[in-house]
C-alpha cells in the first residue's frame, strides 16, 4: 500500500506493476467456528485485528452486519510513532490495525474471529501479507481483556490442531497495550478509492469473498467512520 494519494502518471505506473506483483495470499476460504465463544454482553464491545494493510481489513468489517464501527490505525507500539509515514519504516512495534466495534447481540467476538481468518488474511503468513512485507503488516489479535485473548488463542489452537490451512497459523494473540487512529485519509479508503489498483487487485476480492461466504452477514451499505453511522 505504499505511493498513496498519487498522481494519474503514478497510478498508471502503478497499473503496470500490478501486472507482476506478487500473488495475492492464499484463496479465502470458510474456516469452522470457535468451540469456544464469549457470552453475549450487553453494550458495544472492540477488538483491534492486524491483517496486513488497514484497508482491506476495514473495508472487510465496514459490511459486517453487527459491526457499529472499523476504524484504521496502529497498535503496538507508542503513541509518538503511531503516523504513517514513521510506521511504514518497520521499526516502530506498530502493526497496521483496525478497531472493530460490534454488537455482540448480533455477532459474537468468536464470529468477528471467524470472518477475520476466512476472509481478511492469510494467517499462515509472518510478517506479511501479499505485496506487503515487514512487522507493520503481520497478524494479530490484540484483546482487550483475558476472555479475548482466552478465546482467541484457543481458536487458534482449534484451528492449527485441525489443519484448517496447509501451513502453521502465524497469527499472535496479545494484549492491547493501545489503539491509535490512523489518519483521515486513510479511513474508508476502500469504499472511497473502489478504482485504486491496490484495492482491486488486492481488497476488493475480500470483500467480493464476505459476500459469497457469510451472505447472512453481508450488508452491501458500509457502515464509514466519515458518516458517522
Same mark, same amino acid.
Given at each position: 500500500?505504499?505511493?498513496?494519494?498519487?498522481?494519474?502518471? =503514478?497510478?498508471?505506473?502503478?497499473?503496470?506493476?500490478?501486472?507482476?506483483?506478487?500473488?495475492?495470499?492464499?484463496?479465502?476460504?470458510?474456516?469452522?467456528?470457535?468451540?469456544?465463544?464469549?457470552?453475549?454482553?450487553?453494550?458495544?464491545?472492540?477488538?483491534?485485528?492486524?491483517?496486513?494493510?488497514?484497508?482491506?481489513?476495514?473495508?472487510?468489517?465496514?459490511?459486517?452486519?453487527?459491526?457499529?464501527?472499523?476504524?484504521?490505525?496502529?497498535?503496538?507500539?507508542?503513541?509518538?510513532?503511531?503516523?504513517?509515514?514513521?510506521?511504514?519504516?518497520?521499526?516502530?512495534?506498530?502493526?497496521?490495525?483496525?478497531?472493530?466495534?460490534?454488537?455482540?447481540?448480533?455477532?459474537?467476538?468468536?464470529?468477528?474471529?471467524?470472518?477475520?481468518?476466512?476472509?481478511?488474511?492469510?494467517?499462515?503468513?509472518?510478517?506479511?501479507?501479499?505485496?506487503?512485507?515487514?512487522?507493520?503488516?503481520?497478524?494479530?489479535?490484540?484483546?482487550?481483556?483475558?476472555?479475548?485473548?482466552?478465546?482467541?488463542?484457543?481458536?487458534?489452537?482449534?484451528?492449527?490442531?485441525?489443519?484448517?490451512? =496447509?501451513?502453521?497459523? =502465524?497469527?499472535?494473540?496479545?494484549?492491547?497495550?493501545?489503539?491509535?487512529?490512523?489518519? =483521515?485519509?486513510?479511513?474508508?479508503?476502500?469504499?472511497?478509492?473502489?478504482?485504486?489498483?491496490?484495492?482491486?487487485?488486492?481488497?476488493?476480492?475480500?470483500?467480493?469473498?464476505?459476500?459469497?461466504?457469510?451472505?447472512?452477514?453481508?450488508?452491501?451499505?458500509?457502515?464509514?467512520?466519515?458518516?458517522?453511522?
Amino acid at each position: 500500500m505504499r505511493g498513496l494519494l498519487l498522481g494519474g502518471a =503514478a497510478v498508471l505506473a502503478i497499473g503496470a506493476f500490478l501486472l507482476h506483483m506478487p500473488a495475492r495470499a492464499a484463496d479465502p476460504h470458510v474456516v469452522p467456528a470457535p468451540v469456544a465463544d464469549l457470552a453475549t454482553a450487553t453494550g458495544p464491545q472492540t477488538v483491534v485485528l492486524s491483517g496486513g494493510c488497514f484497508w482491506g481489513v476495514q473495508g472487510v468489517f465496514e459490511h459486517v452486519k453487527g459491526v457499529t464501527r472499523a476504524v484504521s490505525g496502529y497498535a503496538g507500539g507508542k503513541k509518538e510513532t503511531a503516523d504513517y509515514e514513521t510506521v511504514s519504516g518497520g521499526d516502530t512495534g506498530h502493526a497496521e490495525s483496525v478497531q472493530v466495534t460490534f454488537d455482540p447481540r448480533q455477532i459474537s467476538f468468536g464470529h468477528v474471529l471467524q470472518i477475520f481468518f476466512s476472509v481478511a488474511l492469510d494467517p499462515t503468513e509472518l510478517n506479511r501479507q501479499g505485496p506487503d512485507e515487514g512487522t507493520q503488516y503481520r497478524s494479530e489479535v490484540w484483546a482487550v481483556n483475558a476472555d479475548e485473548a482466552r478465546v482467541a488463542k484457543a481458536y487458534i489452537a482449534q484451528l492449527d490442531a485441525a489443519h484448517v490451512f =496447509a501451513r502453521p497459523i =502465524a497469527t499472535r494473540v496479545d494484549m492491547l497495550p493501545g489503539f491509535y487512529p490512523a489518519e =483521515a485519509y486513510h479511513q474508508d479508503f476502500l469504499a472511497t478509492h473502489p478504482d485504486y489498483p491496490y484495492i482491486v487487485y488486492n481488497d476488493l476480492p475480500k470483500v467480493a469473498a464476505l459476500k459469497t461466504m457469510f451472505p447472512s452477514d453481508y450488508r452491501e451499505q458500509p457502515t464509514l467512520v466519515a458518516s458517522g453511522s
